[in-house]
């Protein structure tokens, strides 16, 4: 059972969505079987916040972990670029409260991680059990509120749908397919990981007095309004659910090892996404007991 970590360290600096805070984020080699996980290196101690759905402390907007009095927030980019592009181990050292939100997707991350390369680790045979633990899922798991819902069913393979529905025209109903193939990991950093933050105009405002999206601008983020996009052109016709696709993934990743399935969500949000991965990692505990 191979894992891989990457082959240099990355570094970037960039001004995080909400807090509006620049932070610099190392993303450095790790052993076999660390996973992924955050270093705080401006607090005392350096605290490690693993990457990890049972972390997982605030889901507006965003994805936040925390670990006693330290987080870490909008990790979502940075982990489903790590994810897509098949880095198992990495220590990510971050000096500020927040993933810098870099031009709005994860296209930056996603280069970075092709142009350092991988490099292959042979997983020791405990890491191998706790990999083959991992259940495939057998019956379909669902988490919905209103008519918003993510699923988990039976696959073959690694695959995300999503599908959003808006009443602005320039965005409208839109749907995306997308497969996770371990083999092509390029078609994420050409397919999603291009794909940007987008926002509607007439919340910003709200959302701003609500002490949100302080470090959002036309340079990081589409923005919508009755009359059309402020900011375009798009880089995909359905740029907006591609970036869905790319949130999802992201959550999902605080998993570990993504169980084989295909994941479909509509009108979903970080919140019902971790919602699913907790309910995920609740019956793989039951399974684990019980067998």
């Given at each position: 059972m ?50 990890q ?14 670990k ?5 927030r ?84 690694t ?18 397919s ?46 919508c ?67």
């Amino acid at each position: 059972m191979q894992q891989h970590t990457i082959a240099r360290e990355i570094t970037h600096i960039g001004v995080g969505l909400h807090s509006g805070v620049s932070t610099q984020v190392r993303i450095i080699p790790a052993p076999s079987g660390s996973g992924r996980y955050f270093v705080r290196t401006d607090l005392p101690d350096k605290p490690i916040i693993p990457a990890q759905v049972t972390v997982v402390n605030e889901t507006v907007l965003s994805t936040q972990l925390g670990k006693g009095e330290a987080s870490v927030r909008t990790v979502e980019h940075l982990l489903a670029s790590l994810c897509g592009m098949g880095v198992n181990n990495v220590r990510i050292e971050i000096d500020g409260p927040e993933v810098p939100l870099l031009d709005g997707s994860a296209q930056i991350w996603a280069q970075s991680i092709a142009q350092v390369g991988l490099v292959p680790q042979s997983a020791t045979d405990n890491e191998i059990s706790k990999t083959l633990s991992e259940p495939i899922i057998s019956e379909p798991i669902w988490v919905h509120q209103g008519d918003a819902f993510v699923c988990a069913l039976p696959s073959s393979e690694t695959r995300f749908t999503y599908g959003i529905d808006f009443d602005l025209t320039a965005i409208g109903n839109q749907w995306h397919s997308w497969s996770l193939d371990k083999n092509l990991q390029n078609t994420f950093a050409e397919e999603i990981a291009p794909a940007r933050t987008f926002g509607l105009l007439h919340q910003i405002e709200h959302l701003r007095k609500l002490g949100l999206i302080k470090g959002g601008s036309l340079e990081n983020a589409l923005v919508c309004g009755p009359e059309g996009w402020l900011n375009p052109p798009l880089r995909f016709a359905n740029e907006p659910v591609r970036h869905k696709i790319l949130d999802l993934v992201g959550d999902l990743s605080l998993l570990g090892n993504l169980p084989t399935a295909h994941y479909m969500a509509y009108k979903a949000s970080h919140n019902l996404h971790i919602q699913l991965a907790q309910r995920i990692l609740e019956i793989s505990s039951q399974l684990t007991v019980n067998g």
